[in-house]
């Protein structure tokens, strides 16, 4: 069992049509809705960090190169959170779920780290469900079970 988290604009048809080709992995989407009240705030949060670093290195003189990264991240951010304010957008938390199934235990250790590569091929970094297991099974089946690190992800 793996999950990730990964941001619904990071993921691409693409990904999903490997880890089907790969054969025998389940997989599971979850995509849960942030309040609003919580996304204003990460994205408030997410300027100021941002606002911080263009006046410690920019204002005072410090890497000129980062000036554009830091204004595009600080009127994104700001857009961004403009627009869930006044109600045009929504954020959501996504997580995908794998299941990697085979007939024994040295092919399931083969086709794990297997599948291990072919999604940091991808770019999607995937953690082991280690002790997790039996929850991530509930979490494969159309129950409407949140996934395993919910808490952690605040849903």
């Given at each position: 069992m793996y999950s990730t988290a990964v941001l619904p604009a990071a993921l691409v048809p693409w990904v999903l049509d490997r880890a089907?080709?790969?054969?025998?992995?389940e997989v599971s989407l979850h995509v849960v809705p942030v309040?609003?009240?919580?996304?204003?705030n990460k994205l408030t949060r997410k300027y100021t960090e941002a606002a911080?670093?263009?006046?410690?290195?920019?204002?005072?003189?410090g890497h000129i190169t980062n000036r554009p990264?830091?204004?595009?991240?600080?009127?994104?951010a700001e857009n961004v959170r403009q627009a869930i304010q006044f109600g045009y957008d929504r954020m959501y938390y996504c997580c995908l779920l794998f299941a990697v199934s085979s007939s024994?235990?040295?092919?399931?250790?083969?086709?794990?780290?297997?599948?291990?590569?072919?999604?940091a091929g991808a770019g999607i970094r995937v953690q082991a469900l280690?002790?997790?297991?039996?929850?991530g099974i509930h979490h494969l089946l159309p129950l409407g079970i949140l996934p395993p690190h919910a808490a952690r992800w605040q849903y």
């Amino acid at each position: 069992m793996y999950s990730t988290a990964v941001l619904p604009a990071a993921l691409v048809p693409w990904v999903l049509d490997r880890a089907y080709a790969f054969g025998d992995v389940e997989v599971s989407l979850h995509v849960v809705p942030v309040p609003n009240r919580d996304a204003v705030n990460k994205l408030t949060r997410k300027y100021t960090e941002a606002a911080s670093q263009y006046e410690l290195e920019v204002v005072r003189g410090g890497h000129i190169t980062n000036r554009p990264e830091l204004e595009r991240k600080m009127a994104e951010a700001e857009n961004v959170r403009q627009a869930i304010q006044f109600g045009y957008d929504r954020m959501y938390y996504c997580c995908l779920l794998f299941a990697v199934s085979s007939s024994s235990p040295d092919e399931l250790e083969a086709r794990c780290q297997a599948f291990e590569n072919l999604m940091a091929g991808a770019g999607i970094r995937v953690q082991a469900l280690e002790y997790w297991q039996d929850r991530g099974i509930h979490h494969l089946l159309p129950l409407g079970i949140l996934p395993p690190h919910a808490a952690r992800w605040q849903y």
